[in-house]
């Protein structure tokens, strides 16, 4: 038997957060004590995890199974880096046996605070905290933290399986072989979708390998997968985008005959509008080549509302509006035929 999610300081933790919501603290919902009593967790019952995003919401199920139940604060169509907690998350916070975050400060406030917290049952694991520094990209300027998109590099993201593996053993050891059995099967699948993303975007043709989106939040995609990847804003939806950026981006679609932009689903169409009409006002027409996933995932319940799905749809949709090949059902269909390294026409 274990007591969880039970430690001294975590209700500062909930008044913190209550306080960067404007949340009232009081009235019936979370009470900011020095201690509260929790009922032992039955190694029987699942466990209750929380996670931020659907992306580490869905490696944490995988790996889970019917061991565990994984609650995503941040569904479809969230921008993580504005999310604000409501009472209601403060209360799955606090019911829960163990808590998933990104790390690299893409939850905000929220997610600095939670990064306090020490050990997975005192609080929440930042899934990328193994990651090396290293291995980060830090974007050019004023932004004063590494990029914290890693799930768009999909051999980056497996490495944050193990973690979370260990994490789950620690909050439930009679699970443990479970969670390392499921991690053999999810690192199996990450790395045939990461061989998959590697055929589609490589049959892009050199010169058209050019990524214009709302945000930077391609960055570790592009560096992986050999794109030249260009934001309009930078890697926080937070940030503006200049006149002079806009200019700029305008003169590379036109300069390098792009054929196609992309928006977000989750930030505003407005900038690459924008974008299409500046290049058309220079006679260069510009498509929008399609939506993709990048803060959050596609619908609860769809195949781009999982992990594989998103980036699946990501690449495909890049790859065949940019003039590359994509098989018919994308990567599903590939994996399942044993195309490997014979990429179908589109």
Request: one cysteine or more; proline letters at 6%.
């Amino acid at each position: 038997m274990q007591e969880v999610f039970v430690v001294r300081g975590f209700h500062l933790l909930i008044g913190l957060l209550l306080t960067s919501s404007g949340l009232p603290i009081g009235c019936g919902e979370v009470e900011s004590s020095t201690s509260v009593a929790t009922p032992p967790v039955s190694v029987e019952a699942p466990s209750a995890v929380v996670t931020t995003t659907g992306m580490i919401g869905d490696l944490v199920g995988s790996l889970a199974g019917d061991r565990g139940t994984v609650t995503v604060l941040m569904g479809e169509g969230v921008d993580p880096h504005l999310f604000k907690p409501t009472a209601s998350d403060v209360r799955r916070l606090l019911a829960a046996d163990l808590v998933f975050h990104n790390g690299l400060f893409l939850e905000g406030r929220m997610g600095s605070v939670l990064s306090q917290v020490e050990g997975p049952l005192g609080g929440s694991v930042a899934v990328t905290a193994g990651i090396p520094a290293s291995s980060l990209l830090q974007p050019d300027g004023a932004e004063a933290h590494p990029d914290p998109h890693v799930w768009m590099d999909v051999q980056a993201w497996s490495s944050t399986i193990m973690p979370m593996v260990e994490a789950l053993c620690e909050m439930d050891p009679e699970g443990c072989d479970s969670f390392r059995r499921n991690a053999l099967v999810l690192e199996a699948e990450l790395a045939e979708l990461d061989q998959y993303v590697r055929e589609v975007i490589g049959s892009i043709p050199p010169d058209q390998r050019v990524l214009v989106t709302a945000h930077d939040a391609f960055g570790y995609f592009g560096r992986a997968y050999g794109l030249d990847v260009q934001g309009i804003q930078g890697i926080s939806t937070e940030s503006e985008a200049g006149l002079a950026d806009m200019n700029r981006l305008v003169q590379r679609l036109v300069d390098g005959s792009i054929p196609a932009v992309f928006v977000e689903s989750s930030v505003s169409e407005k900038n690459v509008r924008a974008l299409v009409e500046g290049a058309a006002a220079q006679g260069h027409p510009v498509i929008i080549g399609g939506e993709l996933f990048s803060d959050a995932m596609g619908a609860p319940g769809s195949w781009e509302g999982t992990y594989p799905g998103m980036i699946d749809h990501n690449a495909s949709t890049i790859a065949r509006s940019l003039g590359g090949e994509v098989p018919d059902g994308g990567f599903r269909a590939w994996r399942s035929s044993g195309a490997r390294g014979e990429t179908e026409g589109r």
